[in-house]
């Protein structure tokens, strides 16, 4: 199962490919803002969050959409979220865009792929390889860790231009966590911690609708979720808490390697964590916002 643990190695090391380093048993990018691994293991953590935001929102989208002839996933991840969608709208062409190519054996290599799903690398902090118009549909979810509050403008100024006259933007992020146990609330502090030295703004959720107020989108409507994490939040609480107990073991280097705990202690807190989201009444807020652009 994706969320058993690996035995951890110590040290950061190097591996014939210079866009990818090791660190305690997990593969990274090499010099990028995105913390999480890019390996097989976070692959299928990735399609199990995908499923619990899909229970959720009860679907795998808010704006309303009506026939798209184009649609875009930005940070694509494992393709899932694009596959299903492409599947949704046969006569729509579905482009997924991320950092690195999906791992050999995820969905993206799969019977499952529609011809209608594309895949292609690009960064959206530095600019997307399509033209002005090119999309009516433009998704974004849970990329707030990995890109610097800096770099937000220029991202949702490429959201925009790609997005066709009558299409839709819509972002899906995530807020810190509420109401956490004495470990959760340490290790969200950690995590706060290390967006600071990062240039990360945990809050952006909360800016994107100005944002794209000042661009020109209209018709902006902003839903808030909170999901009840563990048992008190039903089946739903149980799965967003197996999903977050795989996430922080996947940040394990980002805390450890900026001296913020030591690999003991943030064991320790792992396994807490995991306890104290069955006893605790943590939840975790997110921020729907889609709009859609007219001029």
Do not use: C
């Not at 709208?89 to 499952?112: I, M, N, R």
């Amino acid at each position: 199962m994706f969320w058993k643990r690996k035995k951890p190695t110590s040290k950061t090391v190097a591996t014939s490919d210079p866009q990818f380093e090791h660190a305690f048993g997990r593969k990274f990018i090499r010099n990028s803002h995105y913390s999480l691994p890019v390996d097989f293991e976070e692959m299928n953590r990735l399609d199990f969050q995908h499923f619990v935001l899909r229970l959720a929102m009860r679907g795998n989208y808010a704006a309303p959409i009506h026939n798209p002839h184009a649609i875009l996933d930005i940070g694509s991840g494992t393709g899932r979220w694009g596959i299903e969608m492409a599947k949704a709208f046969p006569k729509a062409e579905v482009f997924g865009v991320d950092l690195v190519q999906p791992p050999e054996g995820s969905v993206t290599y799969s019977d499952e792929r529609p011809p209608n799903y594309h895949f292609q690398i690009g960064n959206v902090t530095e600019s997307l390889n399509f033209s002005e118009h090119s999309f009516d549909y433009v998704h974004m979810r849970l990329l707030f860790s990995g890109i610097p509050a800096v770099a937000w403008p220029h991202v949702v100024d490429e959201m925009v231009r790609v997005t066709n006259i009558g299409g839709w933007i819509e972002s899906v992020e995530a807020l810190p966590l509420r109401n956490g146990g004495p470990y959760q609330t340490m290790m969200g502090n950690w995590f706060l911690q290390t967006f600071q030295l990062r240039g990360i703004d945990p809050y952006i959720a909360d800016k994107i609708p100005d944002m794209l107020n000042s661009r020109g989108i209209s018709n902006i409507s902003v839903k808030k979720i909170e999901v009840p994490i563990g048992k008190h939040g039903g089946r739903l609480g149980v799965l967003l808490s197996t999903d977050g107990n795989a996430m922080v073991k996947s940040l394990k280097n980002l805390v450890v390697s900026q001296g913020l705990a030591t690999e003991e202690l943030y064991d320790i807190a792992v396994s807490r964590v995991a306890d104290e989201s069955n006893t605790s009444h943590s939840m975790q807020p997110n921020v729907i916002t889609f709009g859609q652009r007219i001029t």
